[in-house]
């Protein structure tokens, strides 16, 4: 009889027909997010976070698009992805079930630090965002499954915290000059507006005017450049700010109308396409 190792065993584990996600924040890492799911008919849409997005599929497979590039990625790939980059994500053939990570910037850069001895100089960032790394996806398991499964504070801190200084020091590097160097464009004004004025029913044709282009023009000029339609990106910037509000205690009513949601069920309805779970399971986690 051959024997496999308890990795080898998660991954031959049948798919279970119900969906099923746990959300949660853990202390030991500044809040740091933290997703364990299964998934067989939920779709993303496109959608971008504040924090990195780290993760690795235990079974199965899923299909994404990382700034306009679209992959399928299964048991043994890992997500490296940045703040700010645009992003979805839908099952393959069967669904799959994937753990995630979402760390601060900060949090990098004081693990960084600690592994250094000296002050990091710059901003963290991964230059390839989907990549085959077999035994740092079986390491991000076992880290994982430890935060989820409460096991003792040491082991959890040195599994989670190894696992993210390995990570960077095989794929990470440092932006040095800051980003905003390049010259302002109408589809940066019209973004810029987006973000100020996200609370607001802001129209096409409104937009358009602030960028000096035609209605159409902007569309494919705003999604060329960052890959997404700016409805969808308004949208996404409502659900982000959202997620400040639910952390804080909001409810999800008053959310909804702070961020500038038709109503609850609409944004009940856009936040799990983009985070995996509900306002509520959001806020009580």
């Not at 209605?215 to 997404?228: G, P, S, T, V, Y």
Request: with cysteine.
């Amino acid at each position: 009889m051959e024997t496999i190792s308890q990795e080898k065993a998660i991954e031959a584990m049948p798919l279970e027909g119900a969906e099923r996600t746990r959300f949660w924040r853990d202390p030991r890492f500044k809040g740091m997010e933290c997703l364990s799911a299964t998934f067989i008919t939920h779709e993303f849409a496109p959608h971008a976070h504040d924090t990195f997005s780290i993760g690795a599929i235990e079974a199965g497979s899923q299909i994404s698009t990382i700034k306009g590039e679209r992959s399928q990625t299964g048991p043994g790939d890992l997500y490296l992805i940045n703040p700010d980059e645009i992003h979805d994500g839908h099952p393959g053939h069967e669904g799959y079930r994937y753990r995630m990570i979402y760390p601060s910037t900060d949090l990098l850069v004081e693990i960084l630090e600690d592994v250094t001895g000296r002050s990091f100089r710059g901003t963290p960032s991964f230059s390839r965002l989907l990549l085959t790394d077999r035994e740092l996806a079986l390491g991000f398991h076992r880290a994982h499954r430890a935060l989820e499964g409460k096991v003792g504070t040491l082991e959890a801190d040195e599994s989670m915290f190894g696992f993210l200084a390995r990570l960077f020091e095989r794929h990470g590097n440092a932006i040095i000059v800051p980003l905003q160097t390049r010259e302002s464009s109408a589809v940066h004004r019209a973004r810029d507006y987006l973000v100020e004025n996200y609370t607001h029913d802001i129209g096409l044709e409104e937009l358009a005017k602030l960028a000096g282009l035609s209605r159409a023009h902007l569309i494919r000029a705003f999604r060329k450049e960052f890959h997404i339609t700016p409805h969808a990106f308004l949208t996404d910037k409502r659900v982000r700010e959202a997620k400040a509000l639910l952390r804080r205690g909001w409810s999800a009513a008053d959310t909804a109308y702070h961020c500038g949601f038709a109503d609850q069920a609409h944004f009940s309805r856009h936040f799990k396409a983009r985070t995996g779970v509900t306002p509520g399971a959001y806020r009580s986690a």
